[in-house]
């Protein structure tokens, strides 16, 4: 993995013979401020800091630089700009007047295999809640699927673009969560076009999904649930004889169709397409997805049917149907974050109804299971912060524990 921000600054500092004091006094900092980057307990800093101190050094600030991903993954205050600066490069390359301008990756181009195993690893790495480790895998393997994808010939060339599109696809789906936007767009477009030369309709129809998902996190509802249902009717399939990632991507796009239909204020349509979705999913059953897709697309089953249920209750503000329904979702039976993201759903209708301790033990849970996940979550965020502003006492040094962890204010 390429060295941090702290570690280029540890060095350079002992090459100079500097003591951390005297470069904090040339660069015009405060000493904690060098500690705490050579210490890794921050990960990034403001571009004035990194001037300040290469300056100070006599180096390029270019030679601080490095690997970020950490520092995304708690969400630093000066780590936006930086963290996301390679998948930036990746997904939107600098151009001059002949095209984008593009540096070559060092060492051998890769194999299709390769790609494909490290699209596996950074696709686990998303789904457990690592981002750090997806962030930091994500700009080598966009370069490296792209390089496989244009260098190869028939009769490969078609699994290639698949792999670059599931590729953006992940990247999509992880730069939403970071709550980068432009940078989610340029990379759901990508996926798109890389799925058309694959001739890969199911993985194309996959990929909308993605595209309904950011539409609606940007409040797009009519757009995210007319891409979703016009994707959905253009792959309906006959559901006693469709593969089964047919009947998955189907499943899927009626689901966010409803996510919308739900934001929307229009409960009854919502119900409408989730029991179509549940037709798909008891069609579905056990049977496994397979042909190389991503494990979100593996993830559809009754039990997320059941957890859109759930949501569109919480939409709709009813805490006691929330915790009604939560009842008939299983425990693990879908992917981690879908299952994490419900949870929310029930902590939220127990901070409704004044249950704050069935709250907070929810999402004292989640924390445990998935900290790095619950500090990007402006649900959770929302939550601990309507426990904080009811309570009645001084704040217990678990709740403590949770503000800081997802960056409430009590």
């Keep these: 993995m390429e060295p941090t921000i702290g570690e280029h600054l ?11 004091e005297q470069l904090a006094e040339r660069a015009g900092v405060s000493v904690e401020t060098v500690r705490k980057l050579e210490r890794g307990e921050r990960a990034s800093a403001r571009m004035t800091t990194l ?10 600030t270019t030679a601080l630089l490095g690997d970020t991903s950490q520092a995304a993954a708690r969400r630093e205050p000066d780590a936006r700009p930086l963290s996301l600066a390679e998948i930036r490069r990746t997904l939107t390359p600098a151009r001059g007047l002949g095209g984008p301008v593009v540096t ?15 699209l596996g690893d950074v696709d686990a790495a998303y789904h457990r809640g690592d981002y750090a480790a997806a962030l930091a895998g994500a700009p080598r393997l966009l370069d490296d699927a792209g390089r496989v994808a244009v260098d190869v010939a028939d009769p490969v060339r078609a699994r290639a673009y698949a792999t670059l599109a599931q590729a953006r696809y992940l990247a999509t789906e992880l730069l939403i969560q970071l ?35 950011l539409l609606l996190r940007q409040g797009r509802l009519a757009e995210a649930e007319q891409v979703a249902i016009a994707t959905a009717d253009a792959v309906e399939p006959r559901l006693r004889r469709a593969d089964p990632a047919e009947v998955a991507v189907w499943g899927w796009l009626l689901l966010a169709a409803a996510a919308a239909a739900a934001r929307d204020n ?24 397979g042909g190389g897709h991503l494990a979100i697309l593996g993830g559809f089953r009754s039990a997320r049917v059941e957890m859109m249920r759930v949501e569109a209750a919480a939409v709709a503000g009813d805490a006691g149907r929330v915790l009604q329904l939560a009842e008939r979702v299983p425990a693990g039976e879908t992917v981690a974050t879908s299952w994490q993201r419900h949870r929310l759903d029930v902590a939220w209708a127990h901070a409704e109804r004044r249950q704050f301790g069935d709250a907070t033990g929810v999402l004292l849970d989640l924390r445990d299971r998935a900290p790095a996940w619950l500090r990007h979550q402006r649900y959770a965020r929302d939550i601990v912060q309507q426990i904080s502003d009811s309570r009645r006492r001084a704040m217990s040094t678990e709740l403590a524990e949770l503000a800081t962890l997802v960056g409430c204010t009590p």
């Design 266 to 289: 229009r409960p009854d349509d919502a119900a409408a397409l989730l029991d179509s979705a549940a037709a798909a999913a008891a069609r579905l059953a056990d049977r496994p997805v």
């Design 51 to 60: 001037h300040a101190l290469a300056r100070a050094l006599d180096v390029p």
């Design 10 to 20: 540890a060095r350079i500092r002992r090459q100079s013979t500097l003591t951390q």
């Design 179 to 213: 709550r980068a936007g432009d940078l989610a767009y340029a990379a759901v477009v990508g996926a798109l076009d890389a799925a058309e030369e694959a001739g890969d309709p199911v993985l194309g129809a996959s990929t909308v999904k993605g595209s309904s998902w």
């Design 104 to 118: 070559a990756p060092d060492g051998p181009p890769p194999t299709l295999d390769d790609v494909r195993r490290r």
